[in-house]
C-alpha cells in the first residue's frame, strides 16, 4: 500500500503551493548572487612580451626607444615701428612675413606637434596679425594661439 504524501492532502492544494514559495525565493536570490558576482570586465588572454629565444639565464638587451624630444614653443613676435611690421621668431629677427612662413614651414615638416605663439604688440594693426596668423596655418600648424599680456586685463 502506498503511503500517502504529508504535502498534499485530499482536496487541498494550498499546501503544495506554500511548499513551492521558498524554492522560488532561493532560485532569484541565487541569480541575483551570480549576476552581483559576475565580472564583465574583458578578460585578458595574452599579454604582449618580449622573450628571448636563447635559452639560458643572461640578461638579454631590448633596444630601448627614445622618447621624442620635448620642444618648446614657437614664439613669433611681431612689433610694430610705425611704418612697416618686424618678426622675430624665437629670439631671432626675420626680414619679411614670406621669410616668417620659410621658417615654420621648415619646423613644421620636422614632425614635431607644438603650439606656434603669436605676440603682437598692442600697437601692430589688425591685418598684420591675420596675415602672421594664416601664415602659421598655412605652414602646416594645427594650433595658433595668441599670448595675453596680464598686466593688461
Known sequence: MKRPSP?????NQTDL????????????????????TASFQMIEYVLPSEMSSQAGSAPVENPIEEPPKDFDDIVVRIDWDGQAPSY???????????????????ISELEIVTPVILHPEPVVPLGVVIEVYDSAKL?????VSFAVNPQGL
Do not use: C, H
Open 7 to 11: 504535502l498534499v492532502q485530499q482536496g
Open 17 to 36: 503551493d506554500s511548499a513551492m514559495t521558498p524554492m522560488i525565493d532561493v532560485v532569484f536570490l541565487l541569480l541575483v548572487f551570480f549576476v552581483w
Open 88 to 106: 622675430i621668431v624665437n629670439e631671432q629677427t626675420v626680414a619679411s612675413l614670406k621669410e616668417v612662413q620659410q621658417r615654420l614651414t621648415a
Open 139 to 143: 605652414s602646416g600648424f594645427a594650433e
